[in-house]
């Protein structure tokens, strides 16, 4: 029944219009109001585009950190991945800032409503095996430069897509996990039953290269990551749970 629901809501995504960014002039420059004019919660401001009745402004006040780090790949050609896209705010709005990348974005849902010739969305539960099979066969030998993690920001979910997403992205990439402490701040999503450290805390274990407990990640899963990973930044952004960290590939 899953697999017919989802041919289903497949065939009517592929056959709703969605906004061509491509021939959409924008008229802003920084990474900061791009955010903004696209809507997504990476920005300091915006409408709560969650609740179309709220007149509430959320934002986490990510932008100058991906513009301190990311700023000088703007003319680059290269793959930008993002886990979690939503309506596909933060994919359109990496489409217009990076002139040259490749973005690609995955969820769970069909919400997407942007297009270009650079963007390509990839339908998949991540919880799911089959369909996480499916989307290693489309991604096949593609390499990321950047990849974020702003996905279901489940405890046990952001272990394990660091784990399984690592060995997509080039050496001297970015794995990039957006409000990393939300299962700190929010019961609801630390589902690790005692059995995993909070990731502020695997984080800290990886940088300092001293092996944690877990259930997900192996002694030698935490040897690849301490000797892969060179370098960890981390970042608060506007409200307690605004946390981000930047983790760079050696
Ligand atoms: C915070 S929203 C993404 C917002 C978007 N990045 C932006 O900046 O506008 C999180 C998204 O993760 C998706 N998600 C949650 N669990 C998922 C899963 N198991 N597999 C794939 N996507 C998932 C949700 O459907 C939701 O669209």
Redesign the pocket.
Known sequence: MKKITRIYKKFTFLLKNKIDIDNQNINVSSLEEIFTFYG???ATSVKNQYDVNSNLIIGHGYSKFYEQHFSSFRKLKFNLL?????????SAAFTKYFNEANIFG????F?FKYKSKRIRFYN????DVNELHQLEKKINEKQFKIIID????ILS?IIKNLLFFFKYLEKGGYFVVEDFNAPRNYNYLNDSNNQELFFDEILFNIKSKNYFKSKILTRSDQKFLFENIESINIYKGKHKESDIAFLKKR
Do not use: P, Q
Request: charged share 30%.
């Open positions: 997504t919660d990476k993002e886990i979690g896209t939503w309506l596909g705010a933060s995955i969820d769970r849902n919400k998949c539960d991540l919880t702003d996905g279901s920001h979910h």
